[in-house]
């Protein structure tokens, strides 16, 4: 991986935070998958609930976005920082790498990596918000992996609101997932990624439809296992079991029902959250 810590990274130790930032609250499966896969680590999230979503802005829009979300979790003295968000990874992933100089991994390379390992018959499924989608950025990911890969991908834009809405098995949920998927099983896929943070809790709606055999590949839970490697190469990964690690929720706005919705996404009750500006 050979990331490198610059001069004006040396304040940092293993007790510094881990800064995670999505468009919203979709990010808050990810920052699951990284407590379950790191549970020592200090915790600092950022949802830009008053921008979302991205996947409808311009490149630069969502490029600047991220730098001011950066420049804010890196005041708060963060390690490292995960782009829990498809659109900002796949848009503005390699501008932020070139600003800044702390490890910072997005969510499309390790999920491509692990589908890449996982596939046994050269066929991939990807889902993801029409943006995603559009973007490509997942096909080339893994055509860089392996060019002999085929890539089948689909738009499930529905899914996002009915996640939202708590319509999580829902007769409406499955029937439109059937519909969304069906291509995808027609196509022969043993292994789907799941493209977006909302879809891991559409986990069994979804692999319902495609089948026992298809292999889902939650991105969360595969950049939470690559956050720990990083951590490990760089030296920064959090030992200390004796004290309680920190969790600390930023929205740039603050949604009705959030701490409902944001809880039933992180999976335990969020205590708190504070509305911050980026201005």
């Known amino acids: 991986m050979g990331f490198s810590l610059s001069n004006s990274s040396q304040k940092l130790s293993s ?13 808050l499966t990810v920052v699951r998958q990284l407590i379950s896969e790191l549970p020592n680590e200090n915790l600092i999230y950022l949802g830009d609930s008053a921008r979302v979503p991205y996947g409808s802005k311009s490149s630069k829009a969502v490029i600047q976005f991220s730098i001011q979300i950066s420049n804010f979790l890196l005041k708060q003295n963060v390690k490292i920082i995960v782009v829990a968000c498809n659109t900002a990874s796949a848009k503005a ?29 050269g066929k991939i499924g990807v889902i993801g918000t029409t943006g995603t989608i559009l973007s490509q950025a997942y096909f080339r990911e893994i055509q860089d992996l392996n060019p002999k890969i085929e890539v089948f991908s689909k738009a499930c834009p529905l899914f996002v609101p009915f996640v939202e809405e708590g319509w999580i098995e829902e007769e409406a949920t499955s029937l439109v997932a059937k519909k969304y998927l069906a291509e995808l099983v027609d196509a022969g896929i043993d292994t789907l990624i799941l493209g977006c943070t909302h879809y891991p809790l559409l986990k069994k709606v979804i692999q319902k439809e495609v089948g026992s055999s298809v292999i889902l590949i939650d991105s969360g839970h595969e950049t939470a296992i690559f956050a720990a490697k990083v ?47 980026l201005d």
């Open 93 to 121: 992933l390699s501008i932020l790498k070139e600003k800044f100089q702390i490890p910072i991994i997005g969510v499309i390379e390790p999920a491509a990596k692990k589908a890449v390992e996982t596939t046994k018959n």
């Open 231 to 277: 951590l490990k190469e760089t030296n920064l990964l959090n030992f200390e079991k004796n004290v309680k690690p920190s969790q600390k929720y930023f929205l740039t706005d603050l949604p009705l029902k959030f701490t409902e919705v944001g809880s039933n996404f992180l999976g335990s009750k969020i205590e708190s959250v504070e509305q911050v500006s």
């Open 15 to 27: 007790d510094s935070p881990i800064g995670i930032f999505d468009s919203g609250i979709g990010g």
